[in-house]
């Protein structure tokens, strides 16, 4: 029979796979490039519009300051690529920074960075998709009203796609990454051939002039130095993400080290061109870009009405030859796709992430299960919500959201660069082999240069940015840190509590077992339940009803004894009307007179196969067991009543294993 | 030890009651009149208003219909308070309107009955607090803003004294009311007075002019008569909750028909009395009552920031002297009083209703289980978040919430008659004492009259105010009757489905029963599950684990091997990582192998005391265990391991019975 939620599900979700296929879903270079490298290479399509940001704070005047930034932020990505590659090497398990400094540096240093990583996932996702939506709000300018309904509508578009599972994810991504990779290098060597042939065409808001922000017109010394640093730690947001091929290894094909080293190699490269070209056209045409459009002279029509298009979109209309060109249409197009699946690289790192950091008890168990599908299911829909609430929230403006971002990325990138040059000093401690020796030596001078460079841009970040909306970002990474410390302590007392040292002394058997049976009518389910009872030949059997109405309990006793069952019926009363409390009191009564037996509480339950139905049974039943349970040597027996309507809910149990597997409904 | 939650719970709530105490409860005449009676006494606060603002469409001009209206609204508030006292005296247990129509004209009518009296009750309430806090704002205009704020503040505060029970209610409500009847009348005498001495003291919007509606200004025949019977339809509100007395009969002392039909005559009585002196004194004194303030003429300020005070408000400045004399805010405190407490007269009569409909199983069980209070908690809860939406939807405006209001009213007032004629034809075919056969024959023809009345009344109302909001009354009516007459429907076939027609027969024993205890880890739960297992004496016994993690599997596989336990252990393979599905399928096949047999699935469950510890534990089990009731022949038995914590939670249900009741916390 057809299963409508089974369907659909299956429709959304993709087929069961098995453990064996896992695999199957390793990762050739080519699909790991746009998997876990659309993250640093997309975002090429923002970075420069927030150096530009920041340096239009006093009119045109420090625009000359923006390719001294660029060359800090492209120096930046090469010290951190190269100190990737190290980490890749030495670390192939696939924790990443989390593993580096988890071994090198303690178990809460670790944490503080798997904190931050999650913290910078969620913000991927954010970010990626607020810029994703627009640029295509620079295509098609009617849809800027709808901003926040197409950010959150992508993240549903993403986490269905990645509960899907990683291969798919990987051939999905592949072909947009690429052509952004493409189009990007077209629109650069155009617009520089353009260049060289003496012909220097002017983006779309060259003409604009911009109002210099009160008192910023004239900075000096000190205060241009801090706007510097301001554009640079903006910048920096090119460097978000680098991170995650390290945490990704185990999803490259064999030999996982080389191969994902060697894809590192070329997204640094390619990021580091796509960046410089970008920034170089946009200088050269002219590119006027600001955080509040009403600062923009000689509009035509109203500021608040105004959309500004982004850097990426001004290039393309200005190499390509406007805002109508088939080019231009294909630049946004990729631009916001690979922009939308970056948000993707989190998809994959995200829950990875969080399975290691529930396998070591720093997070519910929930979180290491995979789902039927390979993928962490309950991580990636934990990241879908957090990631589609801060959109909501931030109106999916990037550049509000952009300032919460990059702390978490340069606290992880500082601690596991230390982390590796103590891995280095204990390699060195006791390799004797001269080669080896060697290649440490220039591992831990690499992974030194950048300790050294990340922790100054991490100061400087939280210097420029941390008042700008950075502390939000702080204080989250804080909690969930406290939080993962006390699930932690909470898993470590109750292994604790329950390790047992000696099996054969501390197995016990209760000496007798006591059955009660719970009745409120004299129907199928209490015979049922009766007859479970019997069956199990415990010491003494008894069934308790508890008298709430009069005539009912009456009618019951009535019917009992006309019954010609030999089980007795024992009457609890009930001043209050209640059901739970006479029979935990009985219960324990029963259990206080007979220590060292068991006390067996049968109770008969309905099962439905409506949700609704489960509104009309069953309550008392439920409220019951739960405070059963706390009574040490009583145990709760369900015997089940199957109403014909369980049937309905009952059907995707009850089909044979691998019955998923061939696609049945 | 202090438990808080216990404590603040006491607190609001009040010592639990015994049923003995029920007796206690019962009311007498002096303390029933003020809670069954101050919904139809205070709705004189509004029903005056009500007519006046439909007369004033017209500007001034059609204000001499007022007291033809008026007059009106008297005749029919004496028909059918002589009705319902016939109600009372033939139908003393308390159904009202619901019993009465299901004997007489046959269930699907009485649940007509029911469904228009629970939207009704649930209009009382939004209606008298809109109202009451209009009154709080005619004395206190600041509070204008706050007006959502406080109604459902107000809300609140009702359910927490009706969880405390009926008779405290009783005497809570007792004083207000009978100060609003006492400054009501006050008011009416000394304006009278004031008026027979030849001083006819004028209201405050009496200088002001009123707009006609375009076109409204010369209605004549039909339109004139529309406008005549939309305002006397809006005058009808003054015989909301006439009938509550006659629901709530047993709260009154023996003998209970003659003192609840009694305490309704003094309250038609009162009723008019203080209906009749407001309205005539708002004519002479020549209130300006509009719908829109700003079809005022002649205001001082801007319209939109303009409050108009209710009629009462008005009045009470008038006749007394001004808005800041200590009769005016007496006056105003008792009315917004006594119509907050007005909506306790739904507090008593909607749970009784839900608690009768629940027993004749037309709604969910849970609604016919008394609180540990004597109150019905889950029907006040339920009344309340229905109020509180209502009044935060229509911003706690009167009117508006009105137009919802009198269709239900009058849809039982008419059914109910008609009811109580058909009992009348019925006692007079068996009956042959002649002074009785009077009597009823004189009981027929009053109800009859009231039938003919009201079924008048209810096309009227069904008219003017069907368009004006009526119709999601009915909308709601009609999906209340659908609802219920489902859940009956279920109850009926489930009833069915487990009908016992001979115990011996149907009495049935598993031959043998086989256990599979369910382990993760050996340690103490799993353990005590052995214990309980082989205690049982089971035919079979077999651990079973789900090899979810291969490392985990081989370690517990090592760790069983070396215990020296007896009971072989199964591991079931899981391609999926599932834990659920490999289970169900091990036990399905167990069940299938052995018909006849039983299959007792044993599962440690962790007991804990913190709700987010459970997040951390047991989600599995859950989930494992609703899917294993579905199979015939399984059941599933809880063996509980009380963490530490668990002693937190533990502390309510460890108390003796009856400690509630010494006020132990």
Redesign the interface.
Known sequence: MFNLPQALKRLVIGR?????ELGETLLPKRLALPIFASDPLSSVAYATGEILLVLTVGGTAFLYLTPWVAAGVIGLMAVVVMSYRQVVHAYPSGGGSYEVVSRNLGANSGLVVAASLLVDYVMTVAVSVASGVDNIISAFGSLAEHRVALAVGFVALLTAMNLRGVRESGRAFAAPTYLFIGGILLMVVTGLVRLAFGDNPQAPTAALGVAALDGKDSLQGLGLLMLGLRAFASGCTALTGVEAISNGVPAFRAPKSRNAAATMAVMGIVAVVMFAGVTLLALTSHVHYVEDACRLTGLAGDCHSYTQQTVIAQLAATVFGGSDTILFYFIQAVTALVLILAANTAFNGFPLLASILAQHRYL???MH??G?RLAFSNGIIALAVVAGGLLWFYQADVTSLIHLYILGVFTSFTLSQIGMVRHWNRALATETDAAVRASARRSRLINGLGAVTTALVLVIVLITKFTQGAWLAVVAALLLWLTMRG?RR??D???A????ED??A????????HAVVLVS?????T??A???A?????DTVEAVTVD?EPEATAELRAAWEG???DVPLRVLA?????????V??HV?ELKADRPGD?V?VFIP???VGRWW?N???N??ALWL?S?L????G???????????S?NR??RP??R???A?RRGEP
Chains 1, 2 share one sequence.
């Open positions: 069961a796979m098995r453990s064996e519910p168990r929930q299960t995979r039927d699930i909470h898993y007392t109750v292994a509590e329950l390790a047992v099996v054969a501390e197995s016990s058997r209760p000496r007798r077992v009518k004299l129907h199928k389910p015979l049922r009766l007859g479970y019997e069956a199990f030949r415990p709430v019954s010609g069952l009930s001043p209050f009307r209640e059901i739970t409390k006479p935990v009191a324990r068991a067996a339950e309905y099962v139905e509104l009309l049974h309550q008392s067991k405070r349970l706390f009574t040490p009583v145990m709760v027996i369900s015997v089940p009543w199957q109403l014909t369980a809910a009952d149990a009850r044979a294993p691998g998923v």
